[in-house]
C-alpha cells in the first residue's frame, strides 16, 4: 500500500462526504460531519477553547480511505477520561504535559470507532500518523479516548498502553413496553420506580421532541437548563448556544429532546441522540428542581423511547451508581494512550495495571449485591 497521512486544521477542509464516505457506516451519531461540524462552527471547539482540530486523512494514490478525529489539547476538561494527576506528576518532574493529542468526540463519552477506515493495516497507519504527529511536535501523549474492541485491540498492539473504566448501560431484552421490563426486576425495585414515575410526572406534561418540533425557542429552553446544571457541576459548560441550532439544523431526525412541561411552561429537558443500535442520553438540566425528575426524564423516558424505537440499548453517559438501580448495569469502556516520555509511561503502566484490576473487580461486587433485576437475570 502506499498510504499517507494528511493533517486538517478544521473538519470543513475535509468536507462532509469525504468523512462520512468513513463514518457513516459506523452507525454513530457523533461520528457524524454533522455533529463534529456543529462542534467547531458554533465555537464550542476551537483553539481559544484549548482544543484546536488536527484531524488526519489517510490517502492512498489520492483517494482517502481513513479519518481519525483528532484535537490538540490545552487542558483535559471535556474528555471524561481523567489524566489530571498523570499531568500533575510530569510538571513536578520540570515536563511539560500540554498540549497533548486527543483522539476523541468532543464532550462525549460515547464508546465508538476512532480509526474510521475499513481495513486493520488501514486503522494502524492511522494510529501510526497520530504517533508521529506527537513525535514530530514534540507533545507528552496522544489519547484515544472510548474506543471500541477492535480500535482498542490495534492500538494497544500498536503499543498504546490500555485503559478500563465501566459506564452503566440499559439492555433491552425484546421488550414490547415498559412494564415488560419492569416485569424482569425485583419487586421491591419495580414498586421503587413506579413510585419515582408517578411523583417525577405529576402536575407535569413530558413530551419527546424531534424534527420539526425542535424549534429555537425549545433551544433557548433546554440551554438554560444546560447552563444552570454546567455551572453548578464543572464551573464552565463547554457547549456554546449556537451549537444547539446547529445540530438542530442538522439532526433534528437524529434527536430526541425530552421535554417537560409545567403550566405550559418548559421547567426541565434531557437531549438523546439516536443511533442505528443505541439510544445515546447527553446533557439534562432543569430550573424547577423536584424529586426523582432527573430519573425520569433521563432514564425512564430513554427507556420507554428505546423499546419504542426497537433499539439494542440505552447508553446514558458517565459516571452515576444511582443507574443501577433503574436497570443500568455496568459495562466496560476502554481509552489508549500512548505516552511519550519513558519514566511517566513506566509509571502510569504500572498504576493502570491496579486500576483495571479493582474496576474489574468493582463491577461484579456491584452486579452480585445491587443488581435490581431478579437473581436469574443479573448478568444479562
Not at 194 to 219: K, N, S
Not at 278 to 305: K, M, N
Not at 359 to 379: L, T
Amino acid at each position: 500500500m502506499s498510504l499517507s497521512a494528511r493533517i486538517h486544521g478544521s473538519i470543513a477542509e475535509i468536507g462532509r462526504v469525504t468523512w462520512d464516505a468513513q463514518a457513516t457506516p459506523t452507525g454513530d451519531p457523533f461520528l457524524s460531519y454533522d455533529f463534529l461540524e456543529a462542534c467547531e462552527a458554533s465555537g464550542s471547539v476551537q483553539p481559544r477553547e484549548g482544543w484546536a482540530p488536527r484531524h488526519l486523512t489517510l490517502e492512498d494514490d489520492g483517494d482517502i480511505v481513513g479519518v481519525m478525529p483528532l484535537y490538540l489539547k490545552g487542558h483535559s476538561q471535556g474528555e471524561y477520561v481523567f489524566d489530571h494527576a498523570w499531568a500533575d506528576a510530569l510538571e513536578r518532574a520540570g515536563g511539560i504535559y500540554y498540549p497533548k493529542l486527543l483522539g476523541a468526540v468532543p464532550f462525549t463519552p460515547v464508546t465508538g470507532p476512532r480509526l474510521l477506515a475499513t481495513t486493520i493495516g488501514r486503522k494502524r497507519a492511522l494510529a501510526e500518523a497520530a504517533v508521529s504527529l506527537v513525535e514530530r511536535e514534540g507533545l507528552s501523549s496522544l489519547h484515544i479516548n472510548f474506543a471500541d474492541d477492535a480500535d482498542q485491540a490495534v492500538l494497544v498492539e500498536a503499543g498504546f498502553l490500555a485503559r478500563q473504566d465501566r459506564q452503566f448501560v440499559w439492555t433491552n431484552r425484546g421488550y414490547d413496553r415498559f412494564d415488560a421490563f419492569l416485569s424482569d426486576l425485583s419487586s421491591s425495585h419495580r414498586k421503587t420506580i413506579r413510585r419515582e414515575r408517578r411523583e417525577a410526572q405529576a402536575g407535569l406534561d413530558i413530551r419527546v421532541l424531534t424534527g420539526r418540533d425542535l424549534t429555537e425557542a425549545m433551544w433557548d429552553a433546554f440551554f438554560e437548563f444546560y447552563m444552570d446544571t454546567g455551572s453548578r457541576k464543572w464551573g464552565r459548560p463547554y457547549l456554546k448556544r449556537a451549537f444547539f441550532s446547529e445540530i438542530g439544523a442538522r439532526m433534528a431526525d437524529r434527536i430526541a429532546l425530552v421535554m417537560a412541561f409545567e403550566a405550559g411552561r418548559p421547567i426541565a429537558g434531557a437531549l438523546n441522540f439516536i443511533g442505528t443500535q443505541a439510544l445515546y442520553g447527553r446533557q439534562w438540566g432543569t430550573v424547577s428542581p423536584r424529586p426523582f425528575l432527573h430519573f425520569e426524564l433521563c432514564y425512564y423516558q430513554a427507556i420507554d423511547l428505546a423499546i419504542s424505537l426497537g433499539l439494542e440499548r440505552v447508553e446514558a453517559g458517565a459516571q452515576g451508581d444511582h443507574k443501577l438501580a433503574r436497570g443500568y448495569l455496568p459495562r466496560p469502556v476502554h481509552s489508549a494512550h500512548y505516552i511519550a516520555h519513558p519514566g511517566l509511561r513506566h509509571a502510569v503502566d504500572d498504576y493502570l495495571d491496579q486500576e483495571r484490576e479493582a474496576v474489574a473487580e468493582n463491577a461484579v461486587v456491584m452486579i452480585e449485591n445491587y443488581s435490581p433485576f431478579r437473581r436469574g437475570d443479573r448478568d444479562a
